[in-house]
Structure formats: structure tokens, C-alpha cells
């Protein structure tokens, strides 16, 4: 098995999943503490919509993601203010017009079926060197945000008038926050599909939820269950001979189960 690491295709893939599964989970914290799991299903339903282009067009996957996330954000928060629009119905709406448009693409492009799937699973194993770059430099810019805003990321999650009146520009790190979640939603959708992002997005973070004391241990253990779902399915993937998205999910719902809530109160 180990040799099989020193394949380029599988080293640059078990490298990326190396800095997502240590990061990404910390993105899938402010997820959760913000309450924004609606925009990250919107997010999932435009990355469809993304891999649809970027197949019909034979354009390089991740940035058609990054470009669609950065515009379902957009729109969504145009509609939101702008449109007096709930968000839940504007994103309700973005869900239901990617999905189609996505399926009218890949029909009109007669898009092959087995690419069309791996929109849905996604695949590690054809990570680029320029992408594994990507996968460095956004996992160090969210551990980075992370660590030197840890004060103001908590003061937002836990009363955002209190962060108005400390004088913080919380609408900054707010926008900040929600772009760095759909980078890292974008650039998941590349190992996993957009039907498992939440494996290696949110399962380590709830995982984390579960044992952690202070919102300080929250962020730590969440990159730690991140990474050690990510190294547990990709080599479970090698050993087994199975896609490396199903065996990351069921190593992430594996240890959901396996490890009990802390009895002091939730955070």
C-alpha cells in the first residue's frame, strides 16, 4: 500500500487531503456557529451547476468552482438585501435554477455519463500540481484567519451586537468568513463530489462538537477529526480498492459514532 503513495496521481491526492482535512473542518466550524448549513446546500446545488460548465466547455474544474461559488455568493446576497428577498427563499430559488440549467447542459453537450457522475463522488486521484497549490494556499489562509481573528470570530458567533459596540467591522469578517466556506466547499467538491462534501467539510466539525469543552478546543479538534477521517478513508480507498469520497464519509460517520458526547453543557 505505501508504495502505491509514491505514484504521482495518488501523492498529490493524499498531500491535498493532508491540508483539507486539516483546515477545511474549520470552515465546517463557523458553518455550524453561524447557522449557515442553507447556504452551503446552495453552494453544492451551484457547484453542480460549475462542473457542468467546466465539462461542457473543457475548462480546468477548480477555478469554474471557485468562480461559481463566488457568484452563488453574490447573488444570493444581491437577492437577499437588494431583492428583499428571505434568504432562505433566494437560496431556495439558486438551488432549483443551477440544477436545471446544469441538467440542460450536460444534455445539450452531450456530456459523457461517467464524467456527469464524477460531479456527484468526485475523485482525488486527478489533483494537478497547480491544484494541489490551491489546496495549500486556501487551508493556510483559513487556519491563518483563524488564528490571528480568533477574538472576533467569537464574539460573532456568540452575540454579534456585542461585537458592533467593541467597535469590530463584523460585516467584514462575516463576508470574510463566508467566502473562505465557499472556497473550501468549491475546492472539496474536487475530492468528493457534491454529494459528500459534507464529509470532509462539517462531519469532522459535528464530530468535534461532541468533545469539545471551549470554542478554542472546537476549531483544534475539528482539523484533528478532519484530518484523521481524510487519512483514514483515503487509505481505507487504497487498501480497498473502493472511491476515496465513500470511504472518507464512512470513516467521518464511523467515528461520529463511535465517540461520545462530553456530559458538561453543549457549546
Not at 498531500?15 to 463557523?30: H, K, N, R
Not at 462531519?203 to 483544534?220: D, E
Request: proline content about 4%; glycine content about 6%; overall charge positive.
Amino acid at each position: 500500500m505505501f508504495s502505491l503513495l509514491l505514484l504521482p496521481p495518488i501523492f498529490r491526492a493524499f498531500i491535498s487531503l493532508l491540508f483539507a482535512g486539516a483546515a477545511f473542518p474549520l470552515a465546517g466550524v463557523m458553518v455550524l456557529r453561524m447557522n449557515l448549513l442553507q447556504l452551503r446546500y446552495t453552494l453544492m446545488h451551484g457547484l453542480l451547476l460549475g462542473g457542468a460548465l467546466a465539462l461542457a466547455l473543457d475548462l480546468p474544474s477548480i477555478p469554474v468552482y471557485v468562480l461559481m461559488c463566488t457568484l452563488t455568493v453574490i447573488l444570493i446576497l444581491l437577492l437577499s438585501r437588494k431583492g428583499k428577498l428571505n434568504m432562505g427563499i433566494s437560496s431556495a430559488f439558486l438551488m432549483v435554477l443551477s440544477v436545471a440549467l446544469a441538467a440542460i447542459i450536460t444534455q445539450a453537450a452531450d456530456v459523457p455519463s461517467k464524467d456527469t457522475l464524477e460531479l456527484l463522488w468526485g475523485s482525488p486521484f486527478t489533483v494537478q500540481t497547480g491544484e494541489l497549490a490551491a489546496f495549500a494556499v486556501l487551508s493556510l489562509l483559513i487556519i491563518l484567519y483563524t488564528v490571528f481573528n480568533f477574538r472576533t470570530i467569537l464574539l460573532v458567533f456568540f452575540d454579534r451586537d456585542v461585537a458592533l459596540s467593541s467597535g469590530e467591522n463584523i460585516s467584514l469578517h462575516e463576508t470574510v468568513m463566508v467566502f473562505l466556506i465557499a472556497f473550501a466547499v468549491a475546492l472539496s467538491m474536487r475530492f468528493v463530489g457534491s454529494l459528500l462534501i459534507d464529509a470532509l467539510l462539517i462531519l469532522p466539525a459535528v464530530i468535534a462538537l461532541k468533545i469539545a469543552g471551549s470554542i478554542r478546543k472546537l476549531f483544534i479538534m475539528a482539523g484533528l477529526m478532519g484530518l484523521l477521517t481524510a487519512v483514514t478513508g483515503f487509505m481505507l480507498s487504497l487498501v480497498l480498492d473502493m472511491p476515496p469520497s465513500s470511504m472518507i464519509a464512512a470513516s467521518s460517520a464511523l467515528i461520529y459514532i463511535l465517540i461520545p458526547h462530553r456530559k458538561e453543557k453543549k457549546l
